[in-house]
């Protein structure tokens, strides 16, 4: 059975970090390709980033660059977004997704997918 779940979400003030989990059961870990979509209400789903299967190449949008990191740990089967300097703008939720052997464009082509954790960012 597949199951892939997020967790680290919470409230932080502005200017502060979190770090969100995401594991990945069921499936070769180390033949995904992983990235992390936010959707906050009343807008579109979008891919802030993602790493390849290899681990080697990796995509941050614009309005995360400088601020998130994502990582890779194959040994744990565990996908990280460290996030830094928070924004009340940052606040949605916060979706882990895989797919085999993919790149690290980040479209929302991916197969699995989590059910999702809350960011919150308050001013």
């Known amino acids: 059975q597949v199951q892939v779940v997020e967790s680290g979400g919470g409230l932080v003030q502005a200017g502060g970090s979190l770090r969100l989990s995401c594991t990945a059961s069921g499936l070769t870990f180390g033949a995904l390709a992983m990235g992390w979509f936010r959707q906050a209400p009343g807008k579109e789903r979008e891919g802030i980033s993602c790493?390849?299967?290899?681990?080697?190449?990796?995509y941050y949008s614009d309005s995360v660059k400088g601020r998130f990191t994502i990582s890779r740990d194959n040994a744990k089967n565990t996908l990280y977004l460290q996030m830094n300097s928070l924004k009340p703008e940052d606040t949605a939720m916060y979706y882990c997704?895989?797919?085999?052997?993919?790149?690290?464009?980040?479209?929302?082509?991916?197969?699995?997918w989590g059910q999702g954790t809350q960011v919150t960012v308050s001013s």
């Open positions: 997704a895989a797919k085999f052997y993919g790149s690290s464009r980040c479209a929302t082509d991916f197969r699995y």
């Open positions: 790493i390849n299967w290899k681990g080697d190449s990796t």
